[in-house]
């Protein structure tokens, strides 16, 4: 008569908690230059409380390059892979993720538009491209809901997937023809539009944090809605579940959050459709469980995607996007096999 | 006063009218069936109930538009089994009959109380499925799938349960055991059922009233002897199906 417990347990916290931590301190010590664990913990360490740091540790190395860059990265891993778990229920569909409803392409328009015209914001040389994608991914939000409205008042699931595609279709145009205006900046936007977390800040952090703990909290709150989806929408309303209010806030807050790491990051493929179905595996289907799991999960994914993309061919640095791809690709082929195999 | 009540139900999907101006009523403790030709609107009735299709007229709860309920009030009061459940995920038993509780702790500080707990487990001793609670619902057969869903009912614990043909794909078997399952449901707790079937032979066998409805209009409804007569259902199949309706009652028995 066990019961089985439903919720995340301090055991799983403390399992991925731990592990989260181990591949933060790897990727903060190891680089281009690597750096013995114990000088990076007394650099932060002391700098924390004010103290003096010791000769001979690369200080600006850890704190003012690479310290910020990893809790972005593990920032943006956690975001796109809840995101990616929260719509994987939603449409009841695991090829579903962040991107699926198109707001992602349409703040990577927004950076495009950007980086191509010089648009930038005076006395934040960078913040143009942030602004721009996250203007964007609003609109994109706006436009394709009133475009899903207009069609189906029921917000179906087939509906919400083909207007991403087709909305997803007339983003990767219009950058198309803006890039053949801007032929000059091409690199500069292939690079941004695979993704990278170069150079972030720790003021970037602190927006990534807060998006992650604002709208992530919201989707959380919706797990046992999540469930209800992931089995059935029509059971899901027999339940007694606000269907189409629970869809509304699933989309708006996924799309929030995609947003605000697109604007940051790019696009960074894969890594909200590959660590929830890698969860799935550990811990169940369960969305009070699969989602606590994928924020770290993704955290962890993509913070060892980011140490591989900085030391693979070093100095030469990959965008994160093609590794993420990379690995994303097989491990979604072996994925794809193990479950056949099992039905 | 009826416990439920349809005004004028109509439905249309564009120029097509599905539904065209069905009013009835149910007193508590009936088990209605909707009976019909393919195409005639059945499950369109079921759905309107449920608030799954738009539809104009008026669906009473005890004299209460159903329409301005929340949809968590619905819940308590009307429960659904309909047929196919395409599986995605493999959540296990237990969490899919967890879920009919979802309608009297939606919040998300709701604990579970014990009452939830106690109601799960009669559940899942009622349907026989105690033993299968930590299994995975891709591995069932269909009729402990069918089983766990009647499961999840009977812990949502509504007042009414409507069946949208949830056992024409299972065998006579299990179809039995499913059926047999809602009519103790109802001699012990005095709840209402409304069936909509396609088999007149099933109808007959468990039915207290029946409602014959062709081409989206109402021919009858009432008492089940009184709407399956030889005439009412060869002005509906255009053909003499009564004999044969009979000469299947007999594998419900036993």
């Given amino acids: 008569m066990a019961r089985s417990q439903e919720s995340f347990r301090l055991r799983d916290f403390l399992f991925f908690g731990i592990a989260t931590v181990a591949v933060f301190a790897l990727c903060v010590c190891v680089g ?78 927004g950076a495009v538009i950007a980086i191509a015209f010089n648009i930038t914001i005076p006395s934040f040389p960078f913040a143009g491209t942030m602004v721009m994608a996250i203007i964007f991914a609003f609109i994109s939000l706006l436009l394709i809901l009133s475009l899903a409205y207009r069609l189906d008042y029921s917000l179906s699931t087939n509906t919400i997937i083909l207007i991403g595609v087709i909305y997803s279709m ?74 189409k209010g629970v869809k509304l806030t699933i989309l708006i807050t996924v799309s929030a959050l995609i947003g605000v790491c697109v604007s940051i990051g790019g696009v960074i493929a894969f890594v909200g459709l590959v660590t929830p179905h890698m969860v799935r595996m550990i811990v169940g289907p369960n969305h009070k469980r699969l989602l606590p799991a994928s924020v770290f999960a993704g955290a962890i994914f993509l913070m060892l995607a980011d140490l591989l993309a900085r030391i693979l061919f070093n100095p030469l640095e990959l965008p994160i996007g093609v590794v993420t791809s990379f690995i994303g690709s097989f491990v979604f082929v072996i994925i794809f096999y193990r479950s056949r195999q099992v039905s | 006063m009826p416990i439920l009540e349809v005004k004028n139900l109509t439905v249309r999907y564009g120029n097509l009218t599905i539904v065209d101006n069905v009013s009835f009523s149910l007193e508590q403790g009936r088990w209605l069936m909707i009976i019909g030709p393919n195409g005639a609107g059945k499950s369109t009735i079921a759905k309107a109930i449920t608030q799954g299709v738009d539809y104009t007229g008026q669906v009473l709860w005890e004299g209460m538009d159903i329409k301005q309920m929340k949809p968590t009030e619905i819940a308590k009061r009307i429960g659904v089994l309909t047929q196919s459940h395409l599986m995605g995920y493999s959540f296990t038993v237990e969490e899919v009959v967890r879920l009919g509780r979802y309608s009297y702790a939606p919040g998300i500080f709701s604990p579970r109380d014990d009452q939830d707990i106690e109601q799960v487990e009669a559940a899942l001793e009622k349907t026989g499925l105690a033993k299968l609670r930590n299994q995975s619902i891709l591995t069932l057969s269909g009729g402990e799938l069918q089983r766990t869903f009647l499961a999840q009912i009977f812990a949502q614990d509504p007042l009414l349960l409507l069946l949208d043909e949830p056992t024409n794909h299972l065998d006579l078997l299990y179809q039995k055991q499913v059926l047999g399952l809602i009519r103790d449901w109802i001699r012990t707790t005095g709840r209402t059922v409304v069936s909509v079937v396609h088999d007149l032979s099933l109808a007959k066998a468990y039915g207290t009233d029946a409602l014959l409805i062709n081409k989206g209009k109402l021919v009858t409804v009432g008492a089940i002897e009184e709407v399956l007569t030889r005439e009412n259902l060869h002005a509906v199949y255009d053909m003499d199906v009564n004999d044969w309706m009979c000469s299947l009652l007999g594998q419900w028995q036993g």
């Fill in chain 1, 170 to 243: 007339f983003v990767s145009a219009t950058m198309s023809l803006v890039i053949t205006f801007a032929y000059d900046k091409l690199r500069h936007i292939t690079f941004w539009t695979m993704g990278s977390l170069q150079g972030s800040s720790y003021q970037n952090a602190l927006v990534l944090l807060g998006a992650l703990i604002i709208f992530g909290g919201v989707i959380l709150s919706r797990a046992r809605e999540l469930n209800a989806f992931a089995i059935g929408e029509d059971n899901a309303r027999h339940i007694g579940v606000n269907v």
């Fill in chain 1, 32 to 109: 281009s230059v690597s750096i013995p664990l114990k000088d990076t913990a007394r650099a932060i360490w002391n700098s924390i409380w004010g103290l003096p740091v010791p000769e001979g540790i690369s200080n600006p190395i850890i704190l003012s390059v690479r310290l910020p860059r990893v809790i972005c990265v593990a920032l943006v891993g956690a975001s796109l892979s809840i995101c990616g778990g929260a719509m994987q229920g939603l449409l009841k569909n695991p090829l579903a993720d962040g991107s699926t409803l198109g707001v992602s392409s349409g703040a990577s328009l």
